[in-house]
């Protein structure tokens, strides 16, 4: 384990959900606390992280020329009037990019992890069954007649 992923989340406001959106998204995803010190990672940027340095966590003072030499774009994060820290957002060559194309790949990849069983799914996103189940009508995913599920037509 290398020393970006033994250091505790510090951001603990993080929900079950928006850490799994965040792990889906295939552009790079950084954020630092208000103090300026690495909150979270995903990914693609743990993999950009590790071929910046030597495997050390460095801070927002370090970390943001680097980041925007590769491009990143910076934004700070409230919550209502409250600056919570900033993400840095590091370009993807391809995938999901909305929000909600995010959010959607999220909840089937947990889908697909589980098998498919809503309750375990539900738990892990953090969110309940209901509102999975809302989601999934949402996103235009029904279940068939043989008791699997697919993206309706």
Not at 46 to 64: C, W, Y
Not at 123 to 150: A, C, P, V
Request: proline share 5%; glycine share 10%; charged share 25%.
């Amino acid at each position: 384990m290398n020393d970006m992923e033994s250091q505790p989340l510090r951001a603990a406001v993080f929900s079950p959900l928006a850490k799994a959106v965040l792990d889906s998204f295939n552009e790079g995803v950084v954020v630092f606390d208000p103090e300026g010190r690495l909150a979270y990672a995903n990914g693609p940027a743990q993999m950009i992280l590790r071929s910046l340095g030597n495997g050390r966590v460095e801070d927002a003072e370090t970390l943001m020329p680097k980041l925007a030499r590769l491009g990143g774009r910076v934004a700070q994060l409230r919550v209502g009037s409250l600056m919570v820290g900033e993400a840095v957002y590091l370009p993807a060559e391809h995938g999901p990019s909305s929000l909600v194309d995010r959010e959607r790949q999220a909840i089937v990849d947990t889908l697909e992890k589980t098998g498919w069983r809503l309750a375990e799914s539900a738990r892990l996103l953090g969110i309940s069954r209901t509102t999975l189940w809302r989601r999934l009508k949402t996103y235009g995913l029904d279940r068939d007649q043989r008791g699997n599920w697919e993206q309706s037509t």
